[in-house]
């Protein structure tokens, strides 16, 4: 302690906070309103900062409280923004609160200076949380290094890197904190080092252009939104990009890359283009009003690539530019956006040589065009140069292929074993029959057509067949999948050749190989793979490898490595996508009913309920009459499961009924089981007829015995359990209330010993649930705590759906009205945001309050649920419910 004044002295750590938003937030509250949620952000900053933080002073908004050990300063700022997060405030307000911190020498002012702390420590730390985002913590090196061994559980580091500071004369290497539960990614840091360019790396050298790169500059300068236009192959992504690279600096609050090339659905833009600019929208936040707040005042560049795809979306780019007078817009598309104050920019061919009239080499190689050509023949042939003897050849080369970089880029690609020489008359024949057959065509689409076409002429029969054959896949491919497709004992040579030739491409992820076809060169190799006669037998080869994938992910969807799994049938989600379309167009009834069978637990937990209806459906219009029945029977399953947690229990049941009949006539005592097992739940769940549903488990629940098979015996007693248990707490007779208890116990303590992190994470739901109705509020709470952590480690919202519901009926079991609103607002969200109907029901059937009967008073805190995002609201709901 310093003498005299009693503030800390000596090695501290320093710490600043600020709302973010703070002055727009009071300006929509008033002030009175937003006195209150001050009031509440403040004492929950001072409940986290009180285990080793003096509270230095208060400004408005901000606080500076100092740490005598940087590890204390660092886990609090983590609980600080946990307990945020969670927080319920006043109003319906969202606060988001950007903190920074740095260690240093703390010297106490004298009491003549009117200070507190002098030094450049000081101002470091608070330059430090001025450069940072709401909900984001920053900290220096110098904290970092003294932090880490000390971190506590969930908090990690990011490293950032070093960026320069306002009024700090050397740049600050500046490091995130990553806390578990709360968001990770936040907009680029506000400083000085440099402008903010979140532009892609590009795998290759960008050559020329300069005059068109310079024009794009002047009308940016002029416009608000300049549109690159051109067909495919003329380079309007790369272009985009470097005129937004050289535009850079003029954008002080950033330049971003928006692609949108993988979506087709315009509804998709806002949230596409919030991902890109770091955003966070939870809740019922709509992104494009989250992305319109964000980008108020700000100047900055917007490149959104691939447009023509998603046209209806155009006015979302209008309001954008209608937001923030500073902001600008690049767009590439096949054709103009068509809206108020667009400047039109139609890409030209690159910069051509006059074949008949060659300059000096010096100068030929100066050509634009010729300059891609040698760039990318060296890349394969490193020795290559333009000579006397093959500078004609390479001038017409590139004339003939009208400046088309990615047609350049094909004929370069040949230069490992033609001379340009040999690769003239070749190339002239393939575009002059391409000129004299495909008329209707554009001509520079003709001419990439005919470069492609070419390429593909110089490839061997075994390139060739791969390289036809590649066409199916969708997004691209690993290896194992391309390999069983392709056919070929010896896929690596071809597979290695059509890389080199540019006609595919490479990438890795997660350290293993993934190959693709740009758009253009896949709608190609689909033609040659139709006109080869085989097109039928390798999109069932596909389909068949993509079940593969499906039927062996199956065991694991609901195991201990279940993301796993999910993320990778979610990374296949296109080339399934395909195999069920192919399956479906060419009748292969057996291949569609595996795929709809493997692939419906994926879909119920990733929240794709809507298109696996869609696809069940269309499978069960198939002609079934050579499908083995119980092949049909898991269809059939698959259907009746969906439209079970979309709430539709009368067609679950319909479905579910024809899978029994089959299992009964064809199935052993396992098959059976599980068909009456899910029979009962069509029955059980809407009481339509709840002594037949226990029927059918008890008689499940018997084969299973009979079979050996203790997890079905265990999902027969959680099924028990469900129905025994069913009704208001304090309606239940306490003997079946009792029944049920023993029950869910029994399936608990079975599905603890398996792998099926589904059924363990239904099982506690199911014992918290009873224990609510029986008054054991510790027991509930322990369950739903330990089943809320499995289904947010697996993605599984239908399950977080239930757990912010059994939570809003724990609160209310407790006389917490306020919170149970909160909660049921969080569970409805969250039911809409999984495509699930089952809450709906279970609601109905177990008497649970529902959003219209929450009174008046509390239709704000339905509202404060419903903007939680799900990591927010199921932490709140457990800190709620933790406590006795």
Not at 232 to 243: C, Q, V, Y
Not at 379 to 394: G, I, K, L, Q, S
Not at 698 to 707: H, Y
Not at 822 to 843: C, F, H, N, Q, Y
């Amino acid at each position: 302690m310093s003498a005299g004044r009693g503030l800390p002295a000596g090695t501290l750590t320093f710490l600043f906070t600020d709302i973010e938003g703070s002055t727009k937030l009071q300006t929509e509250l008033g002030t009175s309103r937003y006195q209150d949620v001050l009031e509440t952000h403040t004492r929950i900053l001072r409940d986290a900062f009180k285990n080793g933080g003096v509270e230095i002073r208060v400004e408005g908004d901000a606080l500076f409280v100092v740490f005598p050990v940087a590890a204390q300063a660092v886990r609090a700022t983590a609980a600080a923004q946990r307990a945020l997060g969670a927080a319920t405030f006043p109003h319906g307000a969202t606060v988001r609160v950007r903190m920074g911190m740095h260690t240093g020498e703390g010297r106490p002012a004298t009491a003549e200076a009117g200070a507190d702390y002098v030094g450049i420590d000081v101002n470091r730390a608070a330059r430090v949380a001025a450069a940072g985002n709401g909900g984001q913590v920053l900290l220096t090196e110098a904290t970092a290094t003294l932090a880490r061994a000390d971190l506590g559980d969930g908090v990690s580091f990011r490293d950032l890197g070093e960026f320069r500071l306002k009024d700090l004369a050397n740049p600050e290497h500046l490091y995130q904190l990553v806390i578990s539960g709360c968001a990770v990614d936040f907009p680029p840091l506000r400083t000085l080092d440099r402008t903010a360019t979140f532009l892609p790396a590009q795998p290759s050298t960008f050559i020329g252009r300069a005059r068109e790169i310079a024009e794009g500059q002047r009308l940016l300068e002029k416009a608000r939104l300049v549109t690159l236009t051109g067909p495919g192959g003329t380079g309007k992504t790369r272009l985009s990009l470097r005129i937004a690279e050289e535009s850079a600096a003029a954008f002080g609050d950033g330049t971003f890359f928006v692609p949108l090339a993988p979506i087709s659905d315009p509804e998709l833009v806002p949230s596409t283009i919030a991902h890109s600019l770091g955003v966070q929208v939870s809740g019922s936040e709509m992104p494009l009003l989250r992305v319109l707040d964000h980008i108020k005042g700000k100047r900055m560049l917007l490149v959104l690539d691939n447009f023509e795809q998603i046209l209806p979306a155009a006015p979302v780019v209008g309001q954008l530019l209608g937001a923030s007078p500073a902001l600008k817009v690049i767009a590439s598309s096949r054709a103009p956006l068509r809206i108020s104050g667009e400047q039109e920019f139609p890409v030209p061919p690159l910069e051509l040589p006059d074949p008949e009239r060659l300059p000096a080499l010096e100068v030929l190689a100066q050509s634009d065009a010729v300059r891609l050509f040698i760039e990318r023949a060296m890349a394969v042939r490193p020795d290559f140069r333009v000579t006397p003897e093959n500078a004609a050849a390479v001038a017409e080369i590139v004339y003939r292929l009208d400046g088309l970089p990615l047609a350049i880029e094909l004929a370069a690609a040949r230069v490992k074993v033609l001379t340009p020489q040999a690769m003239l008359p070749k190339l002239r024949q393939g575009l002059d029959m391409l000129a004299s057959t495909a008329r209707d065509l554009p001509e520079r689409q003709r001419t990439l057509r005919g470069a492609i076409a070419w390429s593909w002429a110089l490839l061997s029969e075994a390139e060739k067949r791969l390289f036809a054959r590649l066409a199916v896949f969708v997004a691209g491919a690993m290896l194992p999948q391309l390999e069983e497709v392709s056919g070929e004992a010896e896929v690596l040579d071809a597979l290695s050749a059509l890389v080199e030739q540019s006609l595919v491409r490479q990438s890795d992820l997660d350290g293993e190989p993934r190959f693709r076809m740009l758009v253009t060169i896949r709608e190609y190799a689909l033609e040659r793979l139709n006109e080869s006669g085989e097109g039928d037998e390798i999109r069932a080869r596909h389909a068949r490898a993509y079940l593969s994938l499906a039927e062996r992910s199956r065991p694991y969807v609901q195991g201990s490595d279940q993301k796993r799994w999910l993320d990778l049938l979610e990374q296949e989600h296109d080339n399934l996508r395909a195999a069920l379309e192919s399956s479906i167009a060419d009748g292969r009834g057996d291949d569609a009913c595996r795929l709809v069978s493997a692939l419906w637990r994926f879909w119920q937990v990733r929240g794709h309920l809507v298109e696996g209806t869609r696809w069940c459906e269309r499978v069960l219009a198939l002609p079934m009459s050579g499908v083995p029945p119980l092949v049909l029977m898991g269809a059939l399953e698959a259907a009746g499961g969906i439209a079970y947690w979309r709430g539709d229990f009368s067609l679950a049941a319909v479905h579910y009924l024809r899978a029994e009949e089959l299992a009964r006539a064809h199935g052993d005592d396992s098959t059976q089981a599980n068909a009456e097992y899910n029979l009962s739940f069509a029955y059980g769940m809407p009481l339509s007829d709840l002594a037949r549903a226990l029927d059918l488990l008890r008689s499940a629940r018997d084969k299973w015995a009979r079979a050996g098979d203790r997890v079905g015996v265990g999902r027969a007693a959680w099924g028990l359990a469900t129905f025994l248990q069913l009704g208001k707490r304090g309606e239940i007779n306490p003997s079946q209330l009792e029944e049920a208890r023993v029950a869910a116990k029994e399936a608990l303590a079975i599905h603890r010993t398996g792998t099926n992190r589904f059924e363990l994470g239904w099982s506690l739901h199911l014992v918290g649930m009873i224990a609510v109705k029986r008054g054991d509020f510790a027991e509930a709470a322990a369950a739903f705590r330990e089943a809320a952590q499995i289904f947010t480690d697996d993605n599984d919202l239908s399950g977080l759906v239930i757990i912010a519901s059994d939570c809003a009926e724990l609160a209310a079991a407790r006389g917490q009205l306020e919170k149970q609103a909160v909660l049921i607002g969080l569970a409805d969200a969250l039911a809409v945001r999984a495509g699930t109907g089952i809450l709906k029901e279970i609601s109905k059937q177990d008497g649970r309050t529902e959003v219209t009967d929450i009174a008046p008073e509390f239709r704000a805190a339905i509202e404060r649920g419903r903007a939680m995002n799900a990591a927010a609201g199921i932490a709140y709901a457990l800190g709620e419910v933790s406590r006795d």
